[in-house]
Structure formats: C-alpha cells, structure tokens
C-alpha cells in the first residue's frame, strides 16, 4: 500500500492549490461590488462623497494658490494689522489653520460615509 507521501514531484498536479480559489474569490468580490453599485443607497453615498471632496478641494486650492497670486501682483497683503505684522503674516496663518479645519472635518465627514457604508452592507445582506 502506497502512503500519499511517496508521490513523486512529476505525479503531483502542476496547478497551486491556491490560485483557483483566489480567482473565485475575486470574482466573486466583483459580483458582490457590481451588485452593491446598483443600490440606490450606494449611488447615494457616492454622490454625497463626491460633492464634499470636490467642494472641499476647490475651496482648499483657491485659498492657497490666492497667496501667491495676492503677493505677486497686487499689494492688498502689504498693508500692516498690527504692529510690523502685515496682512501676508495673517493670511498664511490663516492657511495653516484652514488646513486643520479641513482635515478635523474631513474626518469627521469620513466617519459619516463609514457608518452609511455599514448600513448599505447590511441592507446588501438582508437582501441576499
């Protein structure tokens, strides 16, 4: 009686054990994300997420390219606030803290569209 041990390399099977599961799992997660993209809910979310990002990115680009542009060809920033501070010394303050704002806020927005994704994968499940 042959133990399974004594096959040798030419009899053993040149497919890799892994490779067709992992080709059915990724079509599988494909199928899954096609369906999930038919939801209304889904359709939902991604247009609310992709309004807040583009909103946010305009507003976060205009603000910082406005500095070069004030600086380099008009003299509004050169007037002094107080002291020898002048408003260039304000405005680029202003940039840093707008950049935390931005991102305070974007987090707080990103656990939003979390928790709706939870609830589309659990109406996904209940629908299956």
Wanted: contains cysteine; proline residues 2%.
């Amino acid at each position: 009686m042959a133990n399974q041990m004594d096959i040798s390399v030419e009899q053993q099977p040149k497919t890799t054990v892994g490779e067709p599961v992992l080709a059915n799992e990724k079509e599988k997660e494909r199928q899954v994300y096609k369906e999930i993209a038919q939801m209304d809910s889904f359709k939902l979310l991604v247009k609310k997420k992709k309004k807040f990002l583009f909103s946010t990115t305009i507003l976060f680009l205009i603000a910082y390219i406005m500095l070069p542009v004030l600086t380099s060809f008009t003299s509004v920033l050169e007037h002094r606030v107080i002291g020898k501070i002048t408003w260039v010394w304000v405005y680029s303050l202003s940039l840093f803290v707008m950049t935390i704002v931005l991102c305070e806020v974007y987090k707080y927005r990103a656990g939003k569209f979390d928790k709706e994704v939870e609830k589309i994968m659990k109406e996904y499940g209940d629908s299956k």
